[in-house]
T-cell receptor, first 114, second 116 residues
Framework: ETGVTQSPTHLIKTRGQQVTLRCSSQ?????VSWYQQALGQGPQFIFQ???????GRGNFPPRFSGLQFPNYSSELNVNALELDDSALYLC?????????????FGPGTRLLVL | AQSVTQLGSHVSVSEGALVLLRCNYS??????LFWYVQYPNQGLQLLLK??????LVKGINGFEAEFKKSETSFHLTKPSAHMSDAAEFFC??????????????FGKGTKLSVKP
């Protein structure tokens, strides 16, 4: 069974640029959530996708957007990058939309905005 | 609204000593609670979760946590620390599952150091 994978592992961008991060969910999982983890902080929920539809969003501006594909993989897009967007971006997948369901995390993509 | 508070950003114990990492939660609905561990430069790994069954939950690597509703706590313990336990630990509560059933609300984390 393949776990959650993310690409790229590291990325350096400059202010104002756009970035796309990718996530492949664990086999059999139809739900993907994205989190931002700033240095020294706990992860913060960005949004969740369930069967290709956005199913909840945290307190992030619209320049953070996402997609989920028919194979349940997902992308996180960030436009007009700001210095404060520098963080570890984590993707998590789960097998169903239930509150007790475990979310399985990928290794993350570390984004540095200069 | 749900929230989690982890007391102590850094805990240091000697190898073989008891590990106690504190977590208090606030939730307007019966909570689902999780402990995750993060090793350097890695993602999060689930240690254990409380889903309203037994109040004492056993997890991987010898960790366990006890749900105490009267104290709104879900502290993580391990009887005897190993050097390999050094990592950062996050307590999380499930968000408002009346709406989005997906989001976890995390504490700020507790970094565990284990001295030889």
């Amino acid at each position: 069974e393949t776990g959650v994978t993310q690409s790229p592992t590291h990325l350096i961008k400059t202010r104002g640029q756009q970035v796309t991060l990718r996530c492949s969910s664990q086999s059999g999982h139809n739900t993907v959530s994205w989190y931002q983890q700033a240095l020294g902080q706990g992860p913060q929920f960005i949004f969740q996708y369930y069967r290709e539809e956005e199913n909840g969003r945290g307190n992030f501006p619209p320049r953070f957007s996402g997609l989920q594909f028919p194979n349940y993989s997902s992308e996180l897009n960030v436009n007009a990058l700001e210095l404060d967007d520098s963080a570890l971006y984590l993707c998590a997948s789960s097998s169903q939309l239930a509150p007790q369901e475990t979310q399985y995390f990928g290794p993350g993509t570390r984004l540095l905005v200069l | 609204a749900q929230s989690v508070t982890q007391l102590g950003s850094h805990v240091s114990v000697s190898e073989g000593a008891l590990v106690l990492l504190r977590c208090n939660y606030s939730s307007s609905v019966p909570p689902y609670l999780f402990w995750y561990v993060q090793y350097p430069n890695q993602g999060l790994q689930l240690l254990l979760k409380y889903t309203s069954a037994a109040t004492l939950v056993k997890g991987i690597n010898g960790f366990e946590a006890e749900f105490k509703k009267s104290e709104t706590s879900f502290h993580l313990t391990k009887p005897s620390a190993h050097m390999s336990d050094a990592a950062e630990f996050f307590c999380a509560v499930r968000g408002n599952y009346g709406g989005s059933q997906g989001n976890l609300i995390f504490g700020k984390g507790t970094k565990l150091s284990v001295k030889p």
